[in-house]
């Protein structure tokens, strides 16, 4: 078979398993956002099931294989900002695989896609218009109830999907809204993505992806004088981690092609 009727052929099967998934659970979570409100405001568990989609995904891909190491929080139910790198929309399929839930903070664009985008709004994601300084404001204070009800919140600082190699400058709102809310950041290092989804291409490439969960960097005793210094201490963070994760994985593409 040609290679690019395979990648056309894994591309088509990929996406119809992450769409027929989302129509599948999308009446549980729905309805479970009004009826189990009494007893799980943020839809926590609808979520988890939400997320699991991306688990399915990768799984059902043969084209792909996401590893997940570092410490796992002992209790999720104590909020983190969690941080990231971004490398291409496949970071938030891997992430899914993280054993805890998270509201993301996402654009708001993202939210009108159908089926996907509804999930979303049912879950309690938070959408942003990042254009709008009153939009911007108003996620924040959604994120702060997110983290006051237990629950955590993830960001990418970066803002977008980096086109480079290099990673992006870091923006300072996860951690204005880390030191303001009294959590600690846990900072994740991601690498492998950028082929499994390229930007503006919507075909599944081979990827191994590794994802490192970094220990917390706590917020105790920090004003927001302090947003610059800890902003660049996790970024700085991220990107020793993020080209030791690269080096392994340069390392292990070299082994095979010998």
Not at 105 to 118: D, E, H, N, Q
Not at 160 to 177: C, H, I, V, W
Not at 179 to 185: D, R, S, T
Request: charge should be positive; charged fraction near 25%; proline fraction near 7%.
């Amino acid at each position: 078979m040609p290679a690019p009727l395979r990648t056309t052929l894994a591309s088509a099967w990929t996406w119809s398993l992450l769409g027929i998934g989302a129509v599948i659970i999308i009446p549980v979570v729905v309805a479970w956002r009004f009826v189990g409100w009494p007893v799980d405001r943020w839809n926590y568990y609808g979520g988890r099931l939400f997320r699991h989609l991306g688990i399915l995904v990768e799984r059902g891909t043969p084209r792909w294989k996401f590893e997940i190491r570092g410490t796992r929080p002992a209790n999720p139910r104590n909020p983190y900002v969690v941080v990231a790198n971004h490398e291409s929309f496949a970071d938030i399929i891997v992430l899914t695989h993280l054993p805890w839930e998270m509201k993301w903070l996402s654009k708001a664009s993202i939210f009108r896609i159908p089926v996907f985008g509804w999930l979303m709004w049912a879950v309690r994601d938070i959408a942003v218009r990042r254009e709008r300084v009153t939009s911007a404001k108003a996620a924040m204070d959604e994120c702060r109830q997110r983290l006051a009800g237990n629950v955590s919140v993830m960001i990418f600082p970066e803002g977008t999907r980096s086109k480079a190699e290099q990673m992006l400058p870091f923006k300072d709102g996860a951690f204005r809204l880390a030191i303001e809310a009294g959590v600690p950041i846990l900072p994740i290092a991601l690498t492998g993505t950028r082929n499994a989804i390229a930007k503006h291409d919507w075909r599944i490439g081979p990827a191994h992806a590794l994802v490192e969960i970094l220990t917390p960097e706590p917020t105790e005793g920090l004003t927001l004088d302090d947003v610059g210094a800890l902003r660049d201490r996790v970024r700085e963070r991220i990107a020793v981690a993020r080209d030791q994760l690269r080096g392994e994985g340069e390392t292990r593409k070299a082994k095979r092609e010998t």
